[in-house]
């Protein structure tokens, strides 16, 4: 077995060590801060160890097929839940700990063998696109997991208001970085900077949408329906991030 099929395995190995890892975060996600903290912290460490290991592997950035893509967003997702994680709330951080959760379970099913990138993203443009979408997208989860928690809660409404205005405030300022990494992509792999294609067209639908999430603060009547759109945001970006792979098909779907 060579260098590159060794260390996928180890990474693989990893793989199901942190799922198993994170399974068991669950006993651990009610504690205090001072407990829960660091063993997320030393669980996502582990988690990016096996994400690098795979990158090492095919020399290359890890995103070329459905396992490494939501096995990446997913250690997005726990990324952002280590910024918030003195967040009081259960349900927030169990919320957004759980779909960061279901995607690390859902990479499982899909073929974890090499895949080498192919010529289409052999571009620093593509390097830099998917990783910023996918922490924006980890940033719009947490403001669709305050929303439910604010939800449920009968004080301290504030502080989730803030979660969600620093989701849609900095999840759309990165959203908006990365579609223009996007589109210098597409003018490198394709020869436009946009395409009729689902991927790009919900991709702007998204846009449009955090847009005006980002101007209910300009209309004093709307203000109080901010939670309502983040958790319909919240399906908007499954439809974009999974929908358009799964049910359209795109261009951009990994095969």
């Given at each position: 077995?060579?260098?590159?099929?060794?260390?996928n395995q180890?990474?693989?190995?990893?793989?199901?060590i942190?799922?198993?890892?994170?399974?068991?975060?669950?006993?651990?996600?009610?504690?205090?801060?001072?407990?829960?903290?660091?063993?997320?912290?030393?669980?996502v460490?582990?988690?990016?160890t096996?994400?690098?290991?795979?990158?090492?592997?095919?020399?290359?950035?890890?995103?070329?097929?459905?396992?490494?893509?939501?096995?990446?967003?997913?250690?997005?997702?726990?990324?952002?839940?280590?910024?918030?994680?003195?967040?009081?709330?259960?349900?927030?951080r169990?919320?957004l700990?759980?779909?960061?959760?279901?995607?690390?379970?859902?990479?499982?099913?899909?073929?974890?063998?090499?895949n080498?990138?192919?010529?289409?993203?052999?571009?620093?443009?593509?390097i830099?696109?998917?990783?910023?979408s996918?922490?924006?997208?980890?940033?719009?989860?947490?403001?669709?997991?305050?929303?439910?928690a604010?939800?449920?809660i009968?004080?301290?409404?504030?502080?989730?208001?803030?979660?969600?205005?620093?989701?849609?405030?900095?999840?759309?300022?990165?959203?908006?970085?990365s579609?223009?990494?996007?589109?210098?992509?597409g003018?490198?792999?394709?020869?436009?900077?946009?395409?009729?294609?689902?991927?790009?067209?919900?991709?702007?639908?998204?846009?449009?949408?955090?847009?005006?999430?980002?101007?209910?603060?300009?209309?004093?009547?709307?203000?109080?329906?901010?939670?309502l759109?983040?958790?319909?945001?919240?399906?908007?970006?499954?439809?974009?991030?999974?929908?358009?792979?799964?049910?359209?098909?795109?261009?951009?779907?990994?095969?």
């Amino acid at each position: 077995m060579d260098t590159a099929q060794s260390l996928n395995q180890i990474s693989i190995i990893l793989y199901w060590i942190c799922l198993g890892a994170y399974s068991t975060y669950w006993l651990f996600g009610f504690t205090r801060w001072n407990l829960r903290f660091p063993i997320l912290l030393g669980i996502v460490v582990l988690h990016v160890t096996t994400i690098t290991l795979r990158g090492i592997s095919i020399e290359y950035f890890p995103l070329t097929n459905k396992f490494e893509s939501f096995n990446a967003f997913a250690a997005a997702t726990f990324i952002i839940l280590l910024i918030y994680a003195k967040a009081e709330s259960h349900i927030y951080r169990m919320f957004l700990f759980g779909v960061g959760y279901a995607f690390l379970a859902a990479a499982a099913i899909f073929p974890k063998g090499l895949n080498y990138a192919p010529p289409l993203m052999l571009t620093i443009w593509y390097i830099l696109h998917v990783p910023s979408s996918f922490f924006c997208y980890a940033l719009w989860v947490s403001a669709t997991s305050a929303a439910v928690a604010r939800y449920f809660i009968t004080e301290e409404k504030k502080t989730y208001d803030k979660i969600i205005d620093s989701g849609f405030q900095y999840g759309f300022i990165v959203f908006s970085i990365s579609m223009i990494f996007g589109g210098l992509w597409g003018y490198v792999a394709w020869g436009s900077y946009f395409l009729w294609d689902a991927k790009v067209v919900w991709s702007v639908i998204i846009w449009f949408f955090y847009a005006t999430c980002l101007h209910l603060d300009y209309w004093q009547e709307a203000k109080r329906f901010k939670p309502l759109f983040a958790v319909l945001g919240f399906l908007i970006l499954l439809m974009t991030y999974v929908g358009t792979s799964f049910l359209i098909g795109s261009s951009h779907s990994f095969r």
